[in-house]
Each structure stands twice: as structure tokens, then as C-alpha cells.
């Protein structure tokens, strides 16, 4: 386990759709992030978990966004019924302290 | 709420050259973290440097190095000989150390976009 993995890389979904995104955080980091950055901005924090228990959630994750975290490991964003605006890089990111560890990112394209 | 600031959109420098990112911040803890991450066309957010608040020692990592102005609220980034893969976006970001849970995000700046000249 070298690092955090996020599946898929890319997804392209018609307006409407449901999609599904996984992050696989390293092994022993109990809190795990997942962000939204669209283009030529800084990554926006959406959601927080420490072990299985979401702790915050952003004003940015509308009642569309659902974000689990069974059993402390891997952790799922969903997004219902997306919409153009909904087009961005989501990234995950994990730590046990200090700094974060981040995936490469899911970039999600709505046609 | 923090906010992280950084004025230049773009910088270039020459390979071998130095080159400064700039980056302030709005705060009022007297707590917390900065870091520099890089990102480069790979998209994984890379971390650069990393400063905690409380030292007054400026952080250094080999060719990067920061000025860490706490007063001031500013956090620069020093790249020292620059190379063609040092070219990236670089993201200088705060992280609050409040609360139980040691702050529960980080603060992102809108980036800067550097571009290393062969």
C-alpha cells in the first residue's frame, strides 16, 4: 500500500445520471477528506471522516452528494441526479496526522 | 474563516534559476500549519514543505525553502535551481490546528501556475 487510489480516474456521465466514485486510503490513516477542484482553482474541502463517522460536511455538498465510509476503510462519494456544475476533479486525501496523502483525483465530466 | 491568498497566477524562471511563489493568509489562531503542494499535469497533489506555526525556524527541503513571515501572515516558497519537472501548479495551503480534532481541512489557495524555461 503505497499511497491513496481513486477509481475510476475519469468518468463522463450524461446530465441526470447517478455516479459513484471510491477512494482507497493508506491503510492506517483513520481520517480521510474527499474535496471537489474545478478548473484553474484550488481544491474545495467537501467532507471529513474520522474512522467510519462523517464529522463535517461542507455547505458545497448539496443534498444530491452522499459520501460513506463503511468500516473505516474505503470511502464512496455519490453524486444523484448530476448536473454540469457537478463537472470537477474530486480528490480524496487521507492522514493519521499532520500532512495529507492525496489520490490522484476522479475527473468527472456531465454532457 | 482563513483565507489563503496568492497573487501570481503564473511565474516562469530559467532552469537553474531561483524562483519565489508567494502566498499570505488571513488568520486568527495562532496555531496552525502551511504547506506548499505541488501538482503537476499527473494531477496528484504532491506535498512540497510543510511549517508549523509555532517555529520560528523557516523550513527547508532541499532545493525549497520558505520564509515564513508570522506577523506579517505571509509564506513564500524559495525553489533554488530549478529543474524542467519542478514545473507544476503549486498550492500554498493552511490548516487549522483548533479544536478536538485538530481542524478537520485544509484552506487552499487559488494556485500559482510555474512554468521552467529550458
Known amino acids: 500500500d503505497t499511497g491513496v487510489s481513486q477509481n475510476p480516474r475519469h468518468k463522463i456521465t450524461k446530465r441526470g445520471q447517478n455516479v459513484t466514485f471510491r477512494c482507497d486510503p493508506i491503510?492506517?490513516?483513520?481520517?480521510l477528506y474527499w474535496y471537489r477542484q474545478t478548473l484553474g482553482q484550488g481544491p474545495e474541502f467537501l467532507t471529513y471522516?474520522?474512522?467510519?463517522?462523517?464529522?463535517?460536511k461542507s455547505r458545497l455538498l448539496s443534498d444530491r452528494f452522499s459520501a460513506e465510509r463503511p468500516k473505516g476503510s474505503f470511502s464512496t462519494l455519490e453524486i444523484q441526479r448530476t448536473e454540469q456544475g457537478d463537472s470537477a476533479m474530486y480528490l480524496c486525501?487521507?492522514?493519521?496526522?499532520?500532512?495529507?496523502?492525496f489520490g490522484s483525483g476522479t475527473r468527472l465530466t456531465v454532457v | 474563516a482563513q483565507t489563503v491568498t496568492q497573487s501570481q497566477p503564473e511565474m516562469s524562471v530559467q532552469e537553474a534559476e531561483t524562483v519565489t511563489l508567494s502566498c499570505t493568509y488571513d488568520t486568527s489562531e495562532s496555531d496552525y500549519y502551511l504547506f506548499w503542494y505541488k501538482q503537476p499535469p499527473s494531477r496528484q497533489m504532491i506535498l512540497v514543505i510543510r511549517q508549523e506555526a509555532y517555529k520560528q525556524q523557516n523550513a527547508t527541503e532541499n532545493r525549497f525553502s520558505v520564509n515564513f513571515q508570522k506577523a506579517a501572515k505571509s509564506f513564500s516558497l524559495k525553489i533554488s535551481d530549478s529543474q524542467l519537472g519542478d514545473a507544476a501548479m503549486y498550492f500554498c495551503?493552511?490548516?487549522?490546528?483548533?479544536?478536538?480534532?485538530?481542524?478537520?481541512?485544509?484552506?487552499f489557495g487559488p494556485g500559482t501556475r510555474l512554468s521552467v524555461l529550458p
Open positions: 486525501a487521507s492522514t493519521s496526522y499532520g500532512s495529507y496523502t
Open positions: 471522516f474520522q474512522n467510519e463517522a462523517q464529522l463535517e
Open positions: 491503510s492506517e490513516h483513520n481520517r
Open positions: 495551503a493552511y490548516r487549522s490546528l483548533a479544536g478536538d480534532n485538530y481542524g478537520q481541512n485544509f484552506v
